[in-house]
């Protein structure tokens, strides 16, 4: 089993910054996936953006050049910066890792709020 903690949501005003951990504990394969999903009420989960053991991230469009993810791979934690942040970048958003053998792990998600 895995088990992932977020922290670092909270509400914060257009424009501005804001910084989540995502820390992973148990059974985590040497070869792994990290990533951050997001939901709003009423919507499906999306994907927000990703990151291999090797270093290499993956964003959605809506995000790219405004979110980074990186990770620290001795401490088994992803951060994901947001910069610019938007109102509709309003949502829970959630830690995923993905180990080799495809099982996934999710985390119990941190609330964004981004106000106008």
């Known amino acids: 089993q895995v088990q992932l903690v977020e922290s670092g949501g909270g509400e914060v005003q257009a424009g501005g910054s804001l910084r989540l951990s995502c820390a992973a504990s148990g059974s985590i394969f040497a070869i792994n996936t990290m990533g951050w999903y997001r939901q709003t009420p009423g919507k499906q989960r999306e994907f927000v953006a990703s990151i291999t053991n090797a270093g290499s991230p993956y964003y959605a469009g809506s995000v790219k050049g405004r979110f980074t993810l990186s990770r620290d791979n001795p401490k088994n934690t992803a951060y994901l910066q947001m910069n610019s942040l938007k109102p509709e970048d309003t949502a829970i958003y959630y830690c995923?890792?993905?180990?080799?053998?495809?099982?996934?792990?999710w985390g119990q998600g941190t609330q964004v709020t981004v106000s106008s």
């Open positions: 995923k890792l993905t180990n080799s053998d495809a099982g996934d792990y």
